[in-house]
């Protein structure tokens, strides 16, 4: 339906064996850039991945523009536009950068390879690499670009920034800006707090497998308090 | 007694070298299906050997039949193809990622599918007819004269490993597959449906183990007992040559079948030994075998 949010996750639990990783997570996002931030261990990936539905969720519900996306299996997910960036970018060693492309690219969409290429011509200079002999910086660009490939409505990353040098930060930060403004729903998870500010006005910190807190980048920036509170130190860097 | 070059019997080296090539190409082919299968899917399928077995006595039934040796090759492969995919989908799939529960269930398979060969088709030794065309020796340096039977499947291991490697490396499916070895989840986090590849990809393995199971059926013979001894082989040279890994597959072959062969022929005694010393020198040294990556 046209009023449904782009993403809805509503009572959303998920366990690990025994233990209970996501608590009741509710949030909503449209095609507004959303980060979430907050420390290690608060279950951040797993609502990436839960989403993705890469692990099972035990109560609750994962919609997208109204569709129920868990209970599927992931190429499904996939399949109805949530595009993927996972932690630790996990790029296949054996494929070389073009047979990435090939692997998802289909003619037509919004997103193809040439202009995958066009965006990141760096990546068409290594189009014969391995994904394995990549730095950190283009992996995560290919990770991207893949993920993007699929010309989803909505695209998960987690820590995109993660392990990479700053100037290369910086041009993640401009890529997550441009897919943001083009219309792409985008849900950021990051540890980078910095990064976060800058690829989104809208901030959701979480603690303890729920979502704590809901501010705007300004605030969070501004209150030191705030930031001690839900971030402890790590945030700080 | 210290031979000395000259009172080296050549003929004979030559002969026991084809030989260990022919059982290394027969290797290659069962094992690189196994391979395979666990490369992708990590499933350790005990029942591989079955599958072997199943192949020749379709080859041989489908043979007899129409005295052609190609329908029969043919059959067994489609037939034991559909067998593989039939298991994945009716079995596997429901314990994916359960490894060490697909493994049992494959051995459950595997005695199943023992006792069935065994009731329909007895105890006895078979011997699948060969086309006229190949019954021939044919005139080879040193060694005189060899089976042209055992030259050929030679030459058909070598298209097979060729056909293996331009479809991994060339085509979509080999582009899915390897994306899948290396990361499953994220493969199917692409949109790909991942549980058709493993589907395909089972029926792939499973053809070549049906495939073999006809060549070895027509160069040696068919008889219960094949499918452990098959099964076995495969293990041992996945366990060498690395797991999931096609070139790997071939040295492991390689390795296990010479040294099988010549040990047989030199110290007979041994013979069995020098497979399983390599197997233990290869975990001892590299335990995710000579071209595997670690886990």
């Given at each position: 339906?046209?009023?449904?949010?782009?993403?809805?996750?509503?009572?959303?639990?998920?366990?690990?064996?025994?233990?209970?990783?996501?608590?009741?997570?509710?949030?909503?996002?449209?095609?507004?850039?959303?980060?979430?931030?907050?420390?290690?261990?608060?279950?951040?990936?797993?609502?990436?991945?839960?989403?993705?539905?890469?692990?099972?969720?035990?109560?609750?519900?994962?919609?997208?523009?109204?569709?129920?996306?868990?209970?599927?299996?992931?190429?499904?997910?996939?399949?109805?536009?949530?595009?993927?960036?996972?932690?630790?970018?996990?790029?296949?060693?054996?494929?070389?950068?073009?047979?990435?492309?090939?692997?998802?690219?289909?003619?037509?969409?919004?997103?193809?390879?040439?202009?995958?290429?066009?965006?990141?011509?760096?990546?068409?200079?290594?189009?014969?690499?391995?994904?394995?002999?990549?730095?950190?910086?283009?992996?995560?660009?290919?990770?991207?670009?893949?993920?993007?490939?699929?010309?989803?409505?909505?695209?998960?990353?987690?820590?995109?920034?993660?392990?990479?040098?700053?100037?290369?930060?910086?041009?993640?930060?401009?890529?997550?800006?441009?897919?943001?403004?083009?219309?792409?729903?985008?849900?950021?998870?990051?540890?980078?707090?910095?990064?976060?500010?800058?690829?989104?006005?809208?901030?959701?910190?979480?603690?303890?497998?729920?979502?704590?807190?809901?501010?705007?980048?300004?605030?969070?920036?501004?209150?030191?308090?705030?930031?001690?509170?839900?971030?402890?130190?790590?945030?700080?860097? | 007694?210290?031979?000395?070059?000259?009172?080296?019997?050549?003929?004979?080296?030559?002969?026991?070298?084809?030989?260990?090539?022919?059982?290394?190409?027969?290797?290659?082919?069962?094992?690189?299906?196994?391979?395979?299968?666990?490369?992708?899917?990590?499933?350790?399928?005990?029942?591989?050997?079955?599958?072997?077995l199943?192949?020749?006595y379709?080859?041989?039934?489908?043979?007899?039949?129409?005295?052609?040796?190609?329908?029969?090759?043919?059959?067994?492969?489609?037939?034991?193809?559909?067998?593989?995919?039939?298991?994945?989908?009716?079995?596997?799939?429901?314990?994916?990622?359960?490894?060490?529960?697909?493994?049992?269930?494959?051995?459950?398979?595997?005695?199943?599918a023992a006792d069935l060969m065994l009731a329909q088709w007895g105890g006895?030794?078979?011997?699948?007819?060969?086309?006229?065309?190949?019954?021939?020796?044919?005139?080879?340096?040193?060694?005189?004269?060899?089976?042209?039977?055992?030259?050929?499947?030679?030459?058909?291991?070598?298209?097979?490993?060729?056909?293996?490697?331009?479809?991994?490396?060339?085509?979509?499916?080999?582009?899915?597959?390897?994306?899948?070895?290396?990361?499953?989840?994220?493969?199917?986090?692409?949109?790909?449906?991942?549980?058709?590849?493993?589907?395909?990809?089972?029926?792939?393995?499973?053809?070549?183990?049906?495939?073999?199971?006809?060549?070895?059926?027509?160069?040696?013979?068919?008889s219960p007992g094949?499918d452990?001894?098959?099964?076995?082989?495969?293990?041992?040279?996945?366990?060498?040559?690395?797991?999931?890994?096609?070139?790997?597959?071939?040295?492991?072959?390689?390795?296990?079948?010479?040294?099988?062969?010549?040990?047989?022929?030199?110290?007979?005694?041994?013979?069995?030994?020098?497979?399983?010393?390599?197997?233990?020198?290869?975990?001892?040294?590299?335990?995710?075998?000579?071209?595997?990556?670690?886990?």
């Amino acid at each position: 339906m046209a009023n449904d949010p782009l993403l809805k996750v509503e009572d959303l639990h998920v366990y690990y064996g025994s233990s209970h990783v996501l608590h009741g997570l509710s949030l909503e996002a449209g095609t507004e850039p959303l980060s979430l931030v907050g420390r290690n261990g608060m279950g951040k990936s797993t609502l990436c991945q839960a989403i993705m539905g890469l692990v099972p969720a035990a109560r609750g519900e994962v919609r997208l523009g109204g569709e129920r996306l868990n209970g599927r299996r992931a190429y499904r997910v996939a399949r109805a536009g949530v595009g993927y960036v996972p932690q630790g970018r996990r790029v296949y060693r054996s494929l070389s950068v073009e047979e990435h492309l090939k692997l998802v690219g289909k003619p037509g969409g919004e997103w193809t390879i040439e202009r995958i290429y066009d965006t990141f011509p760096r990546l068409a200079e290594r189009r014969k690499n391995g994904g394995g002999a990549l730095s950190g910086g283009e992996q995560q660009m290919l990770a991207i670009s893949r993920a993007l490939l699929l010309n989803p409505r909505l695209l998960v990353m987690d820590e995109p920034t993660e392990g990479l040098a700053p100037v290369i930060v910086d041009h993640v930060v401009e890529v997550l800006r441009e897919i943001g403004r083009s219309g792409v729903g985008l849900l950021l998870v990051e540890q980078n707090l910095s990064v976060a500010t800058q690829v989104s006005d809208r901030i959701m910190v979480m603690m303890n497998g729920e979502i704590a807190l809901e501010t705007d980048a300004e605030s969070l920036l501004n209150d030191r308090a705030l930031r001690n509170r839900y971030l402890g130190v790590a945030a700080e860097a | 007694m210290i031979e000395t070059l000259a009172d080296i019997n050549w003929r004979l080296f030559a002969i026991v070298t084809l030989n260990g090539l022919t059982l290394a190409s027969l290797y290659f082919i069962v094992a690189s299906g196994f391979s395979l299968i666990f490369g992708l899917m990590r499933v350790v399928n005990m029942a591989h050997g079955s599958l072997y077995l199943l192949g020749a006595y379709v080859g041989f039934e489908v043979s007899e039949a129409t005295g052609s040796w190609i329908l029969g090759i043919l059959a067994a492969g489609v037939v034991v193809a559909a067998a593989g995919a039939a298991l994945q989908v009716s079995i596997l799939s429901w314990m994916q990622g359960q490894d060490l529960r697909q493994a049992l269930a494959t051995i459950g398979v595997s005695i199943v599918a023992a006792d069935l060969m065994l009731a329909q088709w007895g105890g006895s030794a078979y011997q699948i007819a060969l086309p006229e065309a190949v019954s021939t020796f044919v005139p080879v340096p040193v060694a005189g004269r060899y089976a042209m039977a055992r030259l050929m499947l030679i030459g058909f291991a070598l298209v097979i490993g060729v056909a293996l490697w331009l479809i991994l490396n060339r085509t979509r499916i080999g582009m899915l597959i390897r994306a899948g070895v290396d990361d499953r989840r994220m493969l199917e986090a692409m949109g790909v449906n991942v549980p058709l590849v493993f589907v395909g990809v089972f029926a792939i393995g499973a053809g070549l183990a049906g495939m073999a199971g006809v060549i070895g059926g027509s160069v040696l013979s068919v008889s219960p007992g094949e499918d452990a001894r098959y099964l076995l082989s495969s293990l041992i040279v996945v366990i060498v040559g690395g797991m999931g890994s096609i070139p790997g597959a071939a040295i492991g072959a390689l390795l296990v079948a010479m040294a099988e062969t010549y040990g047989l022929a030199y110290t007979p005694t041994y013979g069995i030994v020098y497979t399983f010393a390599i197997m233990v020198a290869v975990l001892a040294v590299r335990p995710q075998g000579l071209l595997g990556r670690a886990a």
